[in-house]
């Protein structure tokens, strides 16, 4: 039975990085988005990065970045990059020929037409990740609020994906025994204000995924 997955998202800070890979996080995600509060400078993620106590997935959030900047990415030790704007096939092929980076394509969902056009871009990306659409006054992402996951229920993707958008201990546990998916992104609810990550709700989030992941292993068995 594959094991769930969790990517806590905004990390700006080296000793909250350190206590999510104590309490068994797989991703930590670095938003590089001017508007956004959790936003972090390529830099400051290097330094974040190059003090992390053991190996885990790093990714870089970014949105409609600049093409010529993708390489300042890589050099700063990411293993993927979140493109969560309008990137186009042309943009998403050129990172995966020119450089070593992993990529998760986001999409904004609202509708079951939303899911329609995904799957053509499951060639170019290592993962879909789905958080629900902003409208346009919000954020590409970090909006703290979801999608009626009811739509996926009948919807093939052709790529594993990361559910994201308002995912908090309460509706985590819906999505987790319906099966919606095996990967999780969360940033708002984990925090104590915007930007602000709280260590007892990372521990507690993390906890409840991996407490209902060992119970309906055991229930396999």
Not at 67 to 81: L, S, T, W
Request: aromatic residues 10%; charged residues 25%; hydrophobic residues 35%.
């Amino acid at each position: 039975m594959k094991t769930n997955e969790i990517k806590i998202c905004g990390i700006t800070d080296l000793s909250i990085a350190n206590f999510c890979i104590d309490n068994d996080a797989d991703y930590l995600g670095f938003v590089s988005y001017e508007n956004s509060p959790r936003n972090i400078s390529f830099r400051d993620s290097k330094n974040i990065i190059a003090g992390l106590l053991k190996p885990i997935n790093t990714v870089a959030v970014t949105v409609n970045a600049m093409i010529d900047n993708v390489k300042e990415i890589e050099d700063a030790g990411f293993d993927y990059i979140q493109c969560h704007g309008s990137e186009s096939f042309d943009y998403l092929a050129t990172i995966k020929k020119t450089t070593n980076l992993k990529i998760i394509k986001a999409f904004g969902i609202s509708s079951q037409k939303d899911l329609i056009k995904i799957n053509s871009y499951k060639d170019l990306c290592d993962f879909f990740l789905l958080d629900a659409k902003p409208n346009d006054s919000e954020m590409p992402g970090g909006n703290a609020k979801s999608f009626d996951w009811d739509i996926l229920t009948n919807q093939k993707l052709e790529k594993e994906f990361f559910l994201s958008g308002g995912l908090d201990i309460y509706n985590l546990e819906i999505a987790l025994k319906n099966n919606i998916t095996s990967f999780f992104d969360v940033s708002s609810s984990v925090e104590s204000s915007p930007g602000v990550k709280d260590k007892a709700k990372i521990k507690e989030f993390i906890g409840k995924v991996k407490n209902i992941w060992q119970l309906k292993k055991s229930k396999t068995h």
